[in-house]
Antibody, heavy 115, light 107 residues
Framework: EVQLVESGGGLIQPGGSLRLSCAAS????????MSWVRQAPGKGLEWVSV???????YYADSVKGRFTISRDNSQNILYLQMNSLRVEDTAVYYC?????????WGQGTLVTVSS | DIQMTQSPSSLSASVGDRVTITCRAS??????LGWYQQKPGKAPQRLIY???SLQSGVPSRFSGSGSGTEFTLTISSLQPEDFATYYC?????????FGGGTKVEIK
């Protein structure tokens, strides 16, 4: 069974850094595209980043230069390193396995950026 | 970037009603569109992929249609468990973009 479990969220001050993890089971993260999607409180869904099978990456303009997506193939974990965090980055962050778009989603982890 | 315009933003309907939600893309995206259902406090779940293919395990009362720039999600007979927010997503090109969402409420 395909399963994704996010962790690493929490309360962080503006300008701080946080690393989110997404542990995958039932498949290997290196065999497919993997995305991060976020949802600010009471708002809609916003795509954040993707890592391709070959390791290439792409980012939304809102996070480019501040966030880095990566994966650990040996541990089957997807990461999102978030630096220079802003209040507007406050959201639930979901990882998703892509198959013709995000198909299977984790349960999400809440990141709150506040002083 | 491709913009996805979803309508309506909310609707009220009764159990048994037929419900239609529309998404319009700012440029042609072939059939690279999915529909998602999200209930409060839960992760989104995909209902439809490739514009009209039903995700495994999703009830057949859900259907999708369209290609190019105009897409529709139809719920043929609304059930109590269908009250939720629905989103479209284009995956034709990066950045992926979602529609603004449609909240389906009980009349």
């Amino acid at each position: 069974e395909v399963q994704l479990v996010e962790s690493g969220g929490g309360l962080i001050q503006p300008g701080g850094s946080l690393r989110l993890s997404c542990a995958a089971s039932g498949f290997t993260v290196s065999s497919t595209y993997m995305s991060w999607v976020r949802q600010a409180p009471g708002k809609g869904l916003e795509w954040v980043s993707v890592i391709y099978k070959g390791g290439g990456t792409y980012y939304a303009d809102s996070v480019k230069g501040r966030f880095t997506i990566s994966r650990d193939n040996s541990q089957n974990i997807l990461y999102l390193q978030m630096n220079s965090l802003r209040v507007e980055d406050t959201a639930v962050y979901y990882c998703a396995r892509d198959s013709s778009g995000p198909a299977t989603w984790g349960q999400g982890t809440l990141v709150t950026v506040s002083s | 970037d491709i913009q996805m315009t979803q309508s309506p933003s909310s609707l009220s309907a009764s159990v048994g009603d037929r419900v239609t939600i529309t998404c319009r893309a700012s440029q042609g995206i072939s059939n690279d569109l999915g529909w998602y259902q999200q209930k409060p406090g839960k992760a989104p779940q995909r209902l439809i992929y490739a514009a009209s293919s039903l995700q495994s395990g999703v009830p057949s009362r859900f259907s999708g249609s369209g290609s190019g720039t105009e897409f529709t999600l139809t719920i043929s007979s609304l059930q109590p468990e269908d009250f939720a927010t629905y989103y479209c997503l284009q995956h034709n090109s990066y950045p992926l973009t979602f529609g603004g969402g449609t909240k389906v409420e009980i009349k």
